[in-house]
């Protein structure tokens, strides 16, 4: 039996304003009932390809389709079949919470009464339900958020585009939101493509994701396979009283694995951090503080993207 086309296929996708290159001739795809993530630090080019997602700026160059369709030719018809989350909540804060999801029901042409069994359904699945008659203005930072996502599926889309869903958010909210974004793949089999700053929030909810770095992309997979590739299974933090230490620490412990710098730390990548402690232990090395922990996506993220910071 053939494989399902891909959801979302892009081939040499390229973006420029003027002589900036913003998306810098990359491929990718995502397949059907997938969480697929983008991530990269500020300017990598992430915003720019979920708009050329989403429809609303045209490639420069290479191709891009969605749902099997050219998004240059048949915008109208792929917009009515995506939700979007943007990065900031634009809804109606003058009007009642379920109002925002009426009025935003009708320009899909949904019939009255078919918005308002939606409206309901999704106050509900949100945690919103005692809330439908409320005002927005005055409603909590994840109360407004999870009323975006909502409004998001008031059509029903199969593919749910989300531009840094819970920036902002205290920890109780997030997890709220990635509670409800794991129910709402289970019970519907809606896609989903994200961008976050979060390395958590995209190992608990990307399968798959590409980090991009200058408009390009730099490595792509599974979060566990990446980590497996770029950073290690263990990760030892340490910190000396002198720079001196630190020199002399860093060439004993390469025989122990990878040792690269991070600031006033020393990180020693490993898949056996009990040989890098042994290290330490036989070599006499002076430490301020030891960590030992698992690698993480961060980790591949600032291998990757650097350590530097960038506005």
């Known amino acids: 039996m053939p494989s399902p086309a891909p959801l979302v296929a892009a081939a040499g996708l390229t973006k420029r304003f003027g002589d900036r290159v913003a998306v810098d001739g990359i491929d990718f795809s995502v397949e059907p009932g997938e969480s697929f993530g983008f991530l990269g630090p500020n300017g990598a080019g992430k915003s720019s390809t979920m708009r050329m997602i989403g429809c609303v700026s045209p490639p420069s160059a290479g191709s891009l389709t969605v749902f099997g369709r050219d998004v240059t030719r048949d915008g109208a018809s792929i917009r009515a079949r995506l939700g979007v989350v943007p990065q900031e909540d634009n809804l109606d804060t003058e009007l009642s919470v379920l109002d925002n999801l009426i009025i935003y029901g009708r320009y899909f042409g949904i019939p009255h009464k078919t918005i308002r069994e939606r409206a309901a359904s999704l106050l509900e699945f949100m945690q919103l339900a005692d809330r439908a008659d409320a005002r927005v203005d005055p409603l909590s930072g994840g109360m407004k958020r999870r009323l975006t996502i909502a409004r998001a599926l008031i059509n029903t889309p199969e593919l749910l585009i989300l531009d840094e869903p819970t920036t902002g958010l205290d920890p109780q909210a997030r997890h709220l939101l990635w509670d409800r974004l794991y129910q709402l793949r289970r019970d519907s089999g809606v896609s989903l493509i994200l961008t976050t700053h979060y390395m958590d ?48 620490a860093a060439d004993v412990l390469q025989r122990a694995g990878r040792v690269e710098p991070a600031g006033d730390r020393s990180l020693v990548y490993t898949d ?21 922990r698992r690698g993480s996506l961060e980790d591949v993220f600032l291998i990757l993207t650097g350590r530097s910071l960038e506005d």
């Open 201 to 248: 929030e995209a190992e608990q909810l990307c399968d798959r994701l590409v980090i991009m770095d200058g408009g390009r992309i730099v490595a792509e997979g599974t979060p566990a396979a990446l980590i497996t590739q770029h950073a290690a299974r263990d990760v030892v933090e340490l910190r000396f009283p002198d720079d001196g230490e630190r020199v002399r």
């Open 272 to 292: 056996a951090a009990d040989i890098v402690l042994k290290v330490i232990q036989d070599e006499d090395i002076a430490t301020d503080s030891v960590i030992v």
